[in-house]
């Protein structure tokens, strides 16, 4: 997600972006409606830093008593389980997949301080701790695990089924590499110049919080109403985060922002590096086709060992992906892992 570029020396801190935040009394909202056809169970599980995680684990109303394949959910990246991910559950649980979609460390329900931040280790490790979580379930078999990885969180679903083996199949649709954005800005156009003169501006910044005892925030990623001369992705991402389709009052692409120096790890380390290593366990990216996103998808399976796979879909865009049922491939993602969680 485009929120997490690198901080520009012409933008100002703003603290007023913690209004409406009250992270233990919004009142439960979705942006979809919950099937008939499934339950949904809010969960909690403590990844390896001993942050607490909450999800919603969705599980079929037909299951029977075998236990079942699963897939572990998240993203987009700056969004809560509430939105997309949650979507993307609910329709794999309703195939017959028990599923979590999960709010990941720092944001949304989840535990960690201070709020706003993410991390290449640490948001990878909340997939793996997620595969903890549904491991150790009677109604799961351990062996049959999956990840599906939404925009920024495509990134770090790959790069924990690098690290993580008992990952069998990872998907990502409308993927971003968080490392990449942040340190080499859209298609590689930060100069070496520009880097540096933002890394010095966040070295400068963590005196600031330091004396303030507090990461201050920076702008709202979005604006608050489309003017017209936003770029189109701008205009895309608003159609989904601030309007009726996507708000959620907990997602920070729709009411809040990340803070100042939130780039900084993402800057330095590569979240990718060892995509080979996936091999010879399968991987299938999925993309829009008008998507200002689809290079990372490309360049990731370029990448990546046999078995892979890159689905292109026609006409979409990239938040087509986050909750567009008519273009969102389904289909092909139930193949994909009835296939490879055998």
């Not at 990872?170 to 971003?176: G, P």
């Not at 001369?229 to 920070?252: A, L, W």
Request: proline fraction near 5%.
């Amino acid at each position: 997600m485009f929120l997490g570029q690198s901080y520009s020396q012409n933008q100002k801190t703003n603290n007023q972006n913690s209004e409406n935040m009250n992270y233990t009394e919004q009142k439960e909202h979705y942006t979809f409606d919950l099937s008939d056809k499934v339950t949904r169970q809010k969960v909690t599980f403590k990844n390896r830093y001993g942050i607490t995680l909450t999800g919603d684990l969705y599980i079929p109303k037909n299951k029977g008593n075998d236990a079942l394949p699963t897939l572990a959910i998240s993203g987009p990246f700056g969004a809560v389980k509430e939105q997309s991910s949650g979507l993307y559950a609910q329709n794999m649980a309703e195939r017959g997949f028990i599923t979590l979609a999960f709010d990941p460390s720092y944001t949304g329900e989840s535990g960690g301080e201070p709020r706003h931040i993410a991390s290449p280790d640490i948001n990878t490790e909340d997939f793996s701790a997620a595969v903890d979580y549904l491991g150790i379930q009677a109604s799961v078999d351990r062996n049959k695990i999956g990840i599906i990885g939404i925009c920024g969180f495509g990134g770090f679903a790959l790069n924990a089924t690098a690290v993580d083996k008992r990952i069998k199949a990872v998907a990502t649709t409308s993927m971003y590499d968080m490392s990449r954005v942040n340190a080499n800005g859209y298609f590689d156009t930060t100069t070496l110049e520009q880097r540096t003169q933002t890394l010095e501006q966040l070295s400068l910044q963590r005196w600031v919080d330091a004396e303030n005892r507090t990461p201050d925030l920076a702008p709202k990623g979005l604006p608050d109403k489309i003017e017209g001369n936003e770029p189109q992705f701008v205009k895309e991402y608003f159609d989904y985060y601030k309007t009726e389709r996507g708000f959620h009052p907990r997602s920070i692409n729709s009411n809040g922002s990340w803070t100042v120096t939130n780039v900084l790890s993402f800057m330095n380390m590569p979240i990718l590096t060892y995509i080979k290593e996936i091999s010879p366990r399968p991987v299938l990216l999925i993309a829009g086709e008008n998507a200002h996103s689809r290079y990372f998808s490309e360049d990731a399976y370029k990448a990546a060992c046999d078995p892979k796979e890159l689905m292109i879909i026609p006409q979409a865009v990239h938040v087509d992906l986050y909750d567009r049922l008519d273009i969102i491939p389904f289909d092909k993602l139930e193949s994909f892992f009835r296939e490879h969680l055998r």
